[in-house]
Nanobody
Framework: QVQLVESGGGLVQTGGSLRLSCAAS????????MGWFRQVPGQERDFVAA????????FYADSVKGRFTISRDNAKNTVYLQMNSLKPEDTAIYYC?????????????????????WGQGTQVTVSS
């Protein structure tokens, strides 16, 4: 199992940028697809972005496409979420997640149920 710790959240004005990091421990990080999700209290956890274990394919929610970029550095056991042109509606707790299975290659966008390891979350607040 992969243990995950997010960092990089904070308060930013509309139009600003943040970069979230997710540090992973565990032998299988480099062979796990990784994802970012976000959740507003009282609402469901929503998909934001995902990247295959090989790093050659990424997926994004329509609401963040063109503004957010997911990437990974397997040598550092870290996955990133670069968030640009932030909007107040991006305000949420952001969670990093690792695929339940190793070496599973996604051809379509994965869902919440595909991920089995989760971080504790990091708060992102965008002020208007």
């Amino acid at each position: 199992q992969v243990q995950l710790v997010e960092s990089g959240g904070g308060l930013v004005q509309t139009g600003g940028s943040l970069r979230l990091s997710c540090a992973a421990s565990g032998r299988t990080f480099s062979t796990n697809a990784m994802g970012w999700f976000r959740q507003v209290p009282g609402q469901e956890r929503d998909f934001v972005a995902a990247i295959n274990w090989s790093g050659d394919r990424t997926f994004y929610a329509d609401s963040v496409k063109g503004r957010f970029t997911i990437s990974r550095d397997n040598a550092k056991n870290t996955v990133y979420l670069q968030m640009n042109s932030l909007k107040p509606e991006d305000t949420a707790i952001y969670y990093c997640a690792a695929d339940r299975f190793t070496r599973r290659y996604y051809a379509i966008k994965p869902g919440v149920g595909d991920f089995g390891s989760w971080g504790q979350g990091t708060q992102v607040t965008v002020s208007s």
